[in-house]
């Protein structure tokens, strides 16, 4: 048995590209930037960043291109497919790509888009409330008061 496997969590370097291919099946092809840290023997803290290729194939294209963009986050799973072609000089070139499997969606990045903190007003609903406002998006804020066993209805 052998297994080609690839999860990466890592931040996109530019915004999604979407084609079509000729058979009407959507195609996206997009950057995403894992970065390294680590102290050397020295203990200096040294860095390093890898570059990856994703391609999304169907909906899931579509939905990639509709709401991720330079610098958010994402989160993906997929196999390793290395293509090789000739270049304009006569010299083989090579390009290993993750294809995508699956995805979640990660960190927004500041900017006031739709999943930031930047730029959200409160909702009409918790106005008057007493619950504090969440200090990030993805932060819940969770009532004062006890909850009364007796009033779940089930």
């Keep these: 048995m052998y297994i080609n496997r690839a999860t990466l969590y890592g931040n996109l370097t530019r915004d999604p590209e979407l084609k079509s291919l000729p058979s009407g099946i959507q195609v996206c092809n997009l950057g995403l930037a894992t970065n390294r840290s680590w102290k050397d023997k020295n203990g200096a803290k040294q860095e390093s960043t890898e570059?990856?290729?994703?391609?999304?194939f169907g909906k899931q294209a579509?939905?990639?291109?509709?709401?991720?963009?330079?610098?958010?986050g994402l989160y993906v799973e997929g196999r390793?497919?290395?293509?090789?072609?000739?270049?304009?000089?006569?010299?083989?070139?090579?390009?290993?790509?993750?294809?995508?499997?699956?995805?979640?969606?990660?960190?927004?990045?500041?900017?006031?888009?739709?999943?930031?903190?930047?730029?959200?007003?409160?909702?009409?609903?918790?106005?008057?409330?007493?619950?504090?406002?969440?200090?990030?998006?993805?932060?819940?804020?969770y009532p004062e008061e006890d909850i009364n066993p007796e009033d779940i209805p089930f």
């Design 62 to 72: 579509e939905i990639i291109k509709q709401y991720v963009h330079k610098g958010d």
């Design 51 to 56: 570059y990856h290729n994703v391609v999304v």
């Design 80 to 141: 390793l497919q290395t293509r090789s072609w000739d270049g304009p000089d006569g010299v083989k070139k090579y390009r290993t790509e993750i294809i995508l499997d699956n995805f979640q969606f990660g960190n927004k990045r500041s900017g006031g888009g739709p999943y930031s903190s930047e730029g959200s007003q409160a909702s009409p609903s918790s106005e008057g409330t007493d619950a504090p406002a969440p200090d990030d998006a993805g932060e819940i804020a």
